[in-house]
């Protein structure tokens, strides 16, 4: 588990979150789930995510509730 703090909410904090979670999973796809927040959407986020080539954001999750 990785932890890094910020005392904004800007795009660029977030690219560095990315950047250490790239870096420290170096060679393993990855995964984060993210709120629909203008940040996990702007396009800085979305050209680092693409050319990192094995980072997934996932935006929305669907929860299926079956009984028995």
């Keep these: 588990m990785l932890h890094q703090t910020s005392s904004s909410c800007k795009q660029e904090d977030f690219l ?3 950047q250490l979670v790239a870096n420290h999973y170096k060679d393993q796809p990855i995964a984060i789930v993210v709120d629909n927040a203008k940040i996990h959407r702007s396009q800085l986020i979305q050209d680092f995510v693409t050319k990192n080539g094995r980072m997934l954001l996932i935006d929305s999750l669907l929860f ?3 009984d028995g």
């Design 16 to 18: 560095s979150f990315l």
């Design 64 to 66: 299926i509730c079956r």
